[in-house]
């Protein structure tokens, strides 16, 4: 399982630890991702993701998953919330 958002596509930073006497050595910068089950009203079931923190108060900010999808490039998307977006679109054109 890879440690990128979903939604957005954030993903693992790479930086130094520094200590007191400046030497350097690798680390890594883990997005904060969270299992989270969100509601789709259009489709009217609940889909699980794994996004990062950032993205949920995003998602909440725009009114819903279903907004939210709406306006995400499909580039920053995962394969699985692509599908979701263009299962989304398909719902609301037969409506």
Known sequence: MSRRCELT?????????VSHANNKSKRRFLPN??????????????????????ALRSVDHRGGLDAFLAKAK?????PRARDLKKEIAKAVAAN
Do not use: P, Y
């Open 9 to 17: 596509g954030k993903g693992a930073l790479v930086g130094n630890n």
């Open 33 to 54: 991702l969270n299992d989270v089950t969100l509601m789709s009203e259009t489709l009217g079931r609940s889909v699980k993701l794994r996004i990062s923190a950032h």
């Open 74 to 78: 499909d580039d920053e998307l995962s």
